[in-house]
């Protein structure tokens, strides 16, 4: 009696790990298939370099983790960073200035090291030693950024900025510069996006501006405007 019983528990569980097996098949068929739809999605969309550039799609690969870990490794910490009291919000306005203005400038200098342009409270959360500030600590600190016109809010949440450690002009020189000692004659969205500089991973529309303001101080003139070509004017 005993035997049989043990029989049917390692038919059943036969049974479940053969039910286990099909369940486990057809997830993988249909990730593949999901995989394949996406290949096929972007192949008829016709996802190349001049599509990339109108989407606002980065060429590198490379992480925006990957980048802020490199710009700490980087980045001299001053030396109040070690004390427990710059981590806690200062409730006096003469000592909340100073807090405010010595983390605002770090940040700045951070996000410069990493050529990030717009950051997340995540991407803080992750990042020494920004990941001690409280969530409302770094947004206020964030918002004082904001309210300097060093950065803006994107999403009404508050919870993304774009932060301008560089002004517009300075990217309008940097920008030519570059294109002049390459000898980029057409310069257009993808080829600034794909110059691997600091400015190539600013928003789509930052670029926008700055090609903008290029063709105004006479630095290219437009070829293909409807199609964001231009010459560079070589002064």
């Not at 036969?14 to 057809?26: F, H, I, K, L, P």
């Not at 700055?210 to 560079?232: C, G, P, S, T």
Request: hydrophobic share 35%; with cysteine.
């Amino acid at each position: 009696m005993e035997k049989e019983k043990q029989k049917d528990k390692s038919k059943v569980a036969a049974q479940d790990r053969g039910v286990a097996s099909e369940r486990e098949e057809v997830n993988i068929d249909q990730e593949l298939k999901r995989l394949e739809e996406e290949v096929k999605e972007e192949k008829e969309s016709g996802l190349t370099s001049t599509s990339a550039q109108k989407q606002g799609l980065r060429t590198d690969t490379t992480s925006r983790t990957d980048a802020a870990s490199g710009g700490v490794a980087a980045l001299t910490l001053p030396d109040w960073v070690q004390y427990p009291w710059m981590y806690t919000e200062p409730t006096k306005p003469e000592f909340l200035d100073s807090w405010l203005r010595d983390w605002c400038d770090l940040i700045l200098k951070w996000c410069q090291l990493t050529a990030l342009h717009v950051a997340g409270l995540k991407d803080f959360k992750t990042s020494r030693p920004f990941d001690k500030l409280p969530e409302k600590e770094l947004r206020d600190i964030i918002q004082h950024i904001v309210d300097r016109g060093l950065g803006k809010w994107i999403d009404k949440d508050k919870t993304v900025a774009r932060i301008m450690w560089r002004s517009m002009e300075e990217w309008v020189n940097e920008v030519y510069n570059w294109a002049y000692k390459n000898g980029v004659e057409l310069l257009d969205l993808f080829a600034i996006r794909s110059a691997n500089k600091d400015f190539s991973s600013l928003p789509v529309s930052d670029i926008r501006l700055i090609m903008e303001l290029m063709a105004k101080n006479r630095m290219i003139k437009w070829v293909d405007k409807k199609h964001e070509q231009a010459r560079l004017i070589f002064q």
